[in-house]
């Protein structure tokens, strides 16, 4: 069994893992590029093995940056089967046709506004393109072995990061090795997530690395979230929280709403601007034994939340200008409804706008949380003049303390560690303590490299 490293080396986007043998070869995600152009052309690159000689995919779990390529590959000839958790399954559902439409709107408005260095732009793929890809996914339960293809055994436990998140299991039944995937692993304490499961035998780990070169801070988000909420509303403002469609925004939700609740923050209309992220916070809710909240507080989420599905009620949200909590996507503000939102909210110091979470390098996101005094939306430069802010602390990774702690809570000895999924310098420490503390061989791959497993 070989082992080629297709994505997510040196970046935290773009993850695909090749694992073949002499008869089969078995794709562990298939993400798409995003953040920085020099990576977003890799998109448009030709894949790098044939899709139509892959067998069977297997996905970590639902973010475009784990599943975002699929389209793309099946539109080039993919014809097996794509393996998933259920509620994986279930979010793929909103978010790949979601990022067709996306991906196409955008395309149209760059060709009406003229903004593009190409005559008639073109999406990667359509809306259409990710319904067909759908077609190929067949969903699991954790803890299920099943054999994508034959000689290859692969289980899913839980990893923690997002509903559905799994760490892939995979064996080769002929020689009896077992390569682990971490996938995106989530916190030891997260708000509204369980901890990632320990896993106890691997002879080979790819390990992500996000926050492998720093700790989350140690802030309190709900004093956080008090303290900007109530002194934007006490100056008439508005506050924006761009936020991932999956996780984030339903985190966000819970905590404005409990907020409220308890009477710490003034009662503000609140409302959830993205389709996608509407359709996830119902799914969210469905599977509410996956996750910490209960029934009661989902259904807390879901009476008083404005939930703005048309465009027409999304234009005129953008055009309101009374004191309120609007959560939209994307969450590093790299495409989206929340672009419209930036545009109009931007210019005036009475606003907030609140990350809550990782920006990768080359996002609007990672431009306004580092001092940016401006940023380009749309082909025009908008001033930054609202009140920038950055809860770390709400993110859904694991940094590299709460991930060293996962790996040592099982009874892992694993011959080799391939450290990816993070920005070079991340990566690269990440490894470091891996070595230090745990004493294994750790090594952060190339891009394309293909080792033995």
Not at 134 to 144: D, N
Not at 146 to 172: D, K, M, N, Q, R
Not at 279 to 289: D, Y
Not at 411 to 440: C, F, N, Q
């Amino acid at each position: 069994m070989k082992l080629r490293f297709l994505g997510g080396v040196g970046t935290v986007t773009g993850s695909r893992y090749l694992l073949s043998d002499d008869r089969h070869r078995v794709l562990v995600d298939c993400g798409m590029y995003q953040g920085v152009k020099t990576l977003r052309r890799r998109n448009w690159a030709p894949f790098q093995v044939d899709p139509r000689t892959i067998d069977a995919v297997v996905l970590t779990h639902a973010h475009i940056d784990h599943t975002g390529y699929l389209p793309a590959l099946v539109k080039q000839g993919f014809r097996g089967t794509i393996h998933c958790t259920r509620a994986t399954h279930e979010l793929c559902k909103v978010l790949l046709p979601d990022a067709g439409f996306l991906q196409e709107e955008d395309a149209r408005y760059a060709h009406r506004k003229k903004f593009s260095r190409h005559e008639n732009p073109e999406p990667l793929f359509t809306e259409k393109d990710a319904y067909e890809a759908l077609k190929y996914f067949e969903s699991r339960h954790y803890h299920e072995s099943f054999e994508p293809v034959p000689g290859f055994s692969v289980t899913f436990t839980p990893a923690g990061h997002i509903l559905g998140s799994a760490c892939v299991h995979v064996t080769h039944t002929g020689h009896r090795r077992t390569v682990v995937f971490s996938g995106d692993l989530g916190r030891q304490d997260d708000l509204i997530m369980r901890p990632p499961e320990p896993i106890d035998h691997a002879d080979v780990l790819v390990c992500e690395s996000t926050y492998g070169d720093r700790r989350h801070a140690d802030t309190d988000p709900e004093k956080a979230l008090t303290d900007i909420i109530s002194q934007t509303a006490g100056r008439g403002g508005v506050v924006l929280m761009p936020a991932f469609a999956v996780g984030r925004a339903q985190m966000l939700l819970y905590l404005v709403h409990k907020l409220m609740a308890e009477g710490r923050i003034p009662k503000l209309p609140v409302y959830l601007n993205s389709p996608m992220a509407i359709r996830a916070t119902e799914i969210f809710c469905r599977h509410h034994k996956e996750h910490r909240l209960s029934q009661t507080q989902c259904e807390l989420i879901d009476e008083n939340t404005v939930f703005v599905r048309s465009v027409e009620e999304s234009i005129e949200l953008t055009g309101r200008k009374f004191p309120a909590v609007i959560i939209s996507a994307s969450g590093m503000a790299s495409g989206g409804r929340v672009l419209h939102h930036l545009k109009t909210l931007l210019p005036n110091p009475r606003n907030s706008i609140v990350f809550a979470g990782f920006q990768a390098p080359g996002t609007r996101g990672d431009a306004m949380v580092n001092g940016a005094e401006s940023v380009k939306i749309h082909g025009e430069y908008w001033p930054v003049k609202a009140q920038i802010h950055n809860l770390d602390s709400l993110s859904a990774h694991g940094d590299y303390e709460e991930i060293l702690t996962w790996l040592e809570k099982g009874s892992l000895k694993p011959e080799r560690v391939y450290v990816t999924h993070g920005e070079m310098v991340a990566a690269d420490v990440m490894r470091k303590h891996i070595r230090e503390r745990l004493g294994w061989h750790a090594e952060v791959p190339e891009l394309f490299e293909e080792v033995d497993i």
